[in-house]
């Protein structure tokens, strides 16, 4: 079964620390105007500390490259804990309520503001430079970043649901295009395997995950027609609705039609474009769009070159995510806490957003500042992947995953969200059926909601 290995804190960081009990639960006893570089960046701080703490999830080497910008610049050592982004939820919240000196961490929506109504991140209301920040921040940012009236976070990352097409298996099929509806899906997969052109057209983003199966569900349902609860917070999970009926139906591509890849029940975001570049699938989808980077990566795939991203079918519409970067109340000192995050989610000394520019530029990841995703140097730079035009024009039709799903907001959308891994897990692989995986999630809500 299924386990959430994200801790669902309900103290403060004092109680936290104070409560032997609550601990042992846990597992514990190009340049910018002169203007810009004479920004609050640039500014230094009154006060001295050896060194900053930084506790995220590793990605290559992004944060060694920032963690020496920062020393050199301000001669402060910039100390990184990393993990594997599985085990990070656990190792961050076992941290911080050990008493670890953590400056700033990373996350997402679905974890700030649990996290924040429990004293673990700090408002940054009233700093340096924020104003302009938050003047940047494009309309999912800003829903991501700021909330009961205070701003909690700047951008790490962000990025939207599509899909992948190999061009030359296309082709090899005899299609002149790739699928605009679902049933069109369906039928160019179904003559694909009948013709022998592959043996599982599919490759679904299907591995157990905070974001990564459901995500596909979601993400389908949204672009259907469909959502998850309806302004006044009721969900809109029972009979004939879109999420279950979009359940059912990709259920049948596994269990019926047997035109998905099994290797899809296995593999996440990274996992499926790796899995994608062997050329046995003609779709993989829908998938965060960055997966291109690496599909499309001579260095890496077999078929770079001839993977195209596709829209979401029928208008196009599609969901947003985006990682956040923010201060903890267990920072050493709040000015350079503050320096801290501007290095990871904001402007470095010299005025340039470095780390949003290097994201781009190192994993294809969007922005949530609206003039780094309008740059020229973020389209030359994502041009070596993928038609940088089509991409930006799908994020026109993106709704921010709060939208679509609501409970990302509540402290009890992580362990529901267990609850949906487990459904989609069982309806996918033929042990239940989606009105009774869909049952089961109907009645999850109110046991995730006992659960905080």
């Not at 082709?171 to 013709?195: N, P, R, W």
């Not at 991203?309 to 350079?336: I, L």
Request: aromatic content about 12%; glycine content about 10%.
């Amino acid at each position: 079964m299924f386990r959430s290995d994200r801790p669902r804190l309900t103290l403060s960081r004092r109680e936290l620390l104070k409560s032997t009990t609550a601990l042992a639960a846990l597992g514990l006893a190009p340049g910018l105007a002169r203007g810009a570089m004479d920004g609050p960046w640039a500014a230094v701080p009154g006060s001295k500390v050896d060194a900053v703490n930084f506790t995220g999830w590793q990605y290559g080497e992004i944060y060694a490259k920032i963690a020496q910008q920062f020393q050199n610049d301000w001669g402060v050592e910039f100390k990184q804990n990393l993990s594997g982004f599985n085990e990070y939820f656990q190792k961050f919240t076992t941290a911080f309520a050990g008493g670890a000196q953590i400056d700033c961490a990373m996350g997402f929506a679905a974890e700030i503001r649990t996290w924040a109504e429990q004293g673990i991140v700090e408002p940054l209301d009233d700093l340096p430079g924020l104003d302009q920040y938050v003047a940047d921040f494009t309309p999912a940012q800003k829903q991501i970043s700021q909330f009961e009236g205070s701003v909690w976070a700047l951008p790490y990352f962000s990025t939207i649901w599509v899909w992948n097409y190999y061009e030359d298996m296309l082709e090899k099929a005899g299609f002149d295009h790739a699928f605009t509806s679902y049933d069109e899906l369906i039928e160019q997969c179904v003559k694909a395997k009948k013709d022998g052109v592959c043996q599982y057209p599919i490759l679904w983003v299907a591995g157990v995950g905070p974001e990564q199966l459901p995500g596909t569900w979601y993400s389908m349902t949204w672009n259907r027609g469909g959502t998850f609860f309806d302004a006044q917070g009721n969900h809109q999970l029972g009979p004939g609705s879109v999420a279950r009926e979009t359940l059912r139906w990709w259920a049948e591509t596994f269990t019926k039609l047997d035109i998905a890849d099994p290797e899809s029940l296995k593999v996440q975001f990274t996992g499926s474009a790796k899995a994608f570049m062997a050329g046995h699938n003609l779709y993989r989808g829908p998938n965060h769009h960055y997966g291109l980077n690496l599909v499309n990566d001579p260095g890496q795939s077999p078929i770079a070159g001839k993977v195209k991203m596709h829209p979401m079918p029928g208008d196009g519409r599609t969901m947003a995510n985006g990682g956040v970067y923010f201060m903890t109340t267990a920072h050493a000192d709040k000015e350079w806490a503050w320096k801290t995050l501007q290095y990871l989610g904001g402007r470095t000394k010299d005025g340039e957003y470095t780390q949003a520019y290097r994201l781009a530029s190192d994993a294809m990841l969007g922005s949530g500042y609206q003039s780094v995703m309008d740059s020229p140097k973020l389209s030359e730079t994502w041009s070596k992947w993928g038609d940088v035009p089509a991409i930006l024009s799908a994020w026109q039709k993106a709704t921010f995953m709060g939208d679509v799903i609501s409970s990302v907001f509540q402290k009890w959308h992580t362990p529901w969200n267990d609850i949906i891994n487990i459904e989609l897990q069982k309806t996918l692989t033929g042990q239940k059926t989606a009105d009774e995986a869909c049952d089961t999630m109907i009645e999850g809500i109110a046991t995730a909601k006992r659960s905080i």
